[in-house]
Nanobody, 121 residues
Framework: QVQLVESGGGLVQAGGSLRLSCAASGSIFSINAMYWYRQAPGKQRDVVAAITSGGSTNYVDSVKGRFTISRDNAKNTVYLQMNSLKSVDTAVYYC???????????????WGQGTQVTVSS
């Protein structure tokens, strides 16, 4: 059994910052890529940022220069530092990770429960 638990969401004024965290736990053998997605009301869930096990990162154009994804492999944790937040960033943010468990020999994508980020203008 694998769990991803997120924290750090909340209400912030436009121009402010928030840091999201997501810790994976359970019968983990290894973690490949880790991701942050977001879903605004009435819209589909889209990837925001991704980071490989080696630390290579990718971002959607709308957050480049404002958001930073990072990970601590020793803690099985991924972070999303969000600066210069805008009202359009308001959404539920989900972490995801491609995890190889002790039981299964191939990576499966696991999801966190989501955390609300609200940016007031």
């Amino acid at each position: 059994q694998v769990q991803l638990v997120e924290s750090g969401g909340g209400l912030v004024q436009a121009g402010g910052s928030l840091r999201l965290s997501c810790a994976a736990s359970g019968s983990i053998f290894s973690i490949n890529a880790m991701y942050w997605y977001r879903q605004a009301p009435g819209k589909q869930r889209d990837v925001v940022a991704a980071i490989t096990s080696g630390g290579s990162t990718n971002y959607v154009d709308s957050v480049k220069g404002r958001f930073t994804i990072s990970r601590d492999n020793a803690k099985n944790t991924v972070y999303l530092q969000m600066n210069s937040l805008k009202s359009v960033d308001t959404a539920v943010y989900y972490c995801a990770a491609d995890i190889v468990t002790v039981k299964f020999g191939r990576p499966l994508r696991y999801w966190g429960q989501g955390t609300q980020v609200t940016v007031s203008s």
